[in-house]
C-alpha cells in the first residue's frame, strides 16, 4: 500500500496533522502501549512534520537534532515509558530528562502527539509569553521534568532523580535523552562516574550518536570515540542500536529494564535530518530552521515513501 494512504493527511497550511491516538485516557498511568510497528512510524513521521512546521513558524531553532530524534521520542511516548498525558505529576510515572535542550521542538512534538497539549499550540513555539520555549523550562507546561540550556548538565539531573528513586524503592524508571557533543563536557562524564559508583539500575540514557554539533563534525571538533568502550570502562551496561529503528529501541530499553546493577547507555546511531533529503548529515542544519521553499521542500519529502523497519 503506498505511504499517502498509509499516513493520516499531511498538514493542512498552518495546522498540525490530528493525534493517532484517542484523548480520552484514564488517570494513574494507564497511557496505551503503540505495539503496531507501522503505525509507531506514522507517529514518527507526524512528528517530523510537526518539527517541520514549528520551526518555519517561529523562523529560528534547531533542525537537524530535532527531525533526527523522531523516531527515539516516538518510541519513548508511545510504547516505553509509563506516564499519563491526563495526569503529568502521577507519581508513578517514568521521568525523561532531556539534556540537550535545544532539541525541544522534537519533545513538544511528541508531548502533543501524546495528548500533553493541544497540537495548535505547537506553532507558538519561541514566541513571546509562551508555554513553549526554546529549551524546555519546568513549571510552564506539565510533563516537562527538567529545564534545560546549558550543555552536559542533563546526566547529572537524571543521576540525582535516580538516587532518590532507587533510595525510596521506587518503581519508575529515569530516561535521560543526551547528544554526542555534550561529552566534550566534563561534568558528563562525571555524572557517568557517580551512576556506576551507585549501581543506578534504574538509569536508562539515550544518546543521540549523530556525529555532529553546532560548529562541526564531533569527531574533528574533539574526537570522542570510542564512546561504547568509554561507558563500558565506566561502568555502565552498553547497547548499541540504529536509532531510526523503533523496534530495535524497543528491545534495547526492554533490556535495559532487566539491568538492576548498573546504568545502562543505549547509543542511537542516528542521522541529523533523517527523512528531509536535503537536510540529512549536514552540520549547517544544526541551528538552522527551514524557509518558505525548503518548508515546502521538507514536507514534500516526509510525504514520500520511507521504509518501515521491520523486526531484524
Known amino acids: 500500500m503506498p505511504f499517502e494512504k498509509l499516513?493520516?493527511?499531511?498538514?493542512?497550511?498552518?495546522?498540525?496533522?490530528?493525534?493517532?491516538?484517542d484523548s480520552s485516557l484514564p488517570a494513574g498511568g494507564a497511557f496505551?502501549?503503540?505495539a503496531d510497528l507501522r503505525k509507531l512510524y506514522l507517529i514518527s513521521n507526524n512528528i517530523r512534520q510537526s518539527v517541520v512546521q514549528m520551526?518555519?513558524?517561529?523562523?529560528?531553532?534547531?533542525s537537524a537534532g530535532s527531525i533526527g530524534l523522531a523516531d527515539i521520542f516516538t518510541a519513548l511516548y508511545f510504547n516505553v515509558m509509563n506516564h499519563d498525558p491526563k495526569n503529568p505529576e502521577w507519581p508513578g510515572r517514568d521521568r525523561l530528562v532531556l539534556s540537550n535542550g535545544h532539541v525541544c521542538p522534537v519533545l513538544y512534538a511528541a508531548m502533543a502527539e501524546a495528548g500533553y497539549l493541544p497540537k495548535d499550540?505547537?506553532?507558538?513555539?519561541?514566541?513571546?509569553?509562551?508555554?513553549l520555549q526554546g529549551h524546555p523550562h519546568k513549571g510552564t507546561l506539565p510533563g516537562i521534568e527538567n529545564s534545560s540550556g546549558p550543555l552536559g548538565q542533563g546526566l547529572s539531573l537524571a543521576v540525582g532523580m535516580a538516587i532518590v528513586g532507587k533510595r525510596e524503592r521506587k518503581s519508575w524508571k529515569v530516561y535521560c535523552v543526551c547528544s554526542d557533543g555534550e561529552h566534550n563536557e566534563g561534568q558528563v562524564w562525571e555524572a557517568a562516574l557517580l551512576a556506576a559508583k551507585y549501581k543506578l539500575g534504574n538509569l536508562i540514557a539515550i544518546m543521540d550518536r549523530n556525529n555532529i554539533q553546532i560548529d562541526g563534525f564531533t569527531e574533528e571538533v574533539l574526537p570522542l570515540e570510542p564512546l561504547a568502550e568509554k561507558y563500558r570502562a565506566f561502568g555502565w551496561h552498553v547497547i548499541e542500536i540504529d536509532g531510526h529503528n523503533i523496534g530495535q529501541l524497543?528491545?534495547?530499553c526492554e533490556e535495559s529494564k532487566k539491568v538492576i546493577d548498573r546504568p545502562v547507555m543505549i547509543v542511537a546511531h542516528t542521522i541529523p535530518g533523517k527523512d528531509?533529503?536535503?537536510m540529512e548529515f549536514l552540520v549547517e542544519w544544526h541551528g538552522k530552521p527551514p524557509g518558505d521553499k525548503e518548508f515546502d521542500q521538507a514536507l514534500a519529502s516526509l510525504g514520500q515513501e520511507r521504509k518501515f523497519y521491520g523486526e531484524d
Do not use: N, W, Y
Open 250 to 252: 524497543i528491545r534495547a
Open 7 to 21: 499516513m493520516v493527511k499531511l498538514m493542512d497550511g498552518d495546522k498540525p496533522t490530528q493525534t493517532l491516538l
Open 276 to 278: 528531509v533529503s536535503f
Open 32 to 34: 496505551p502501549k503503540v
Open 55 to 62: 520551526l518555519h513558524h517561529a523562523k529560528s531553532g534547531h
Open 121 to 131: 499550540e505547537l506553532l507558538t513555539l519561541r514566541k513571546l509569553g509562551s508555554r
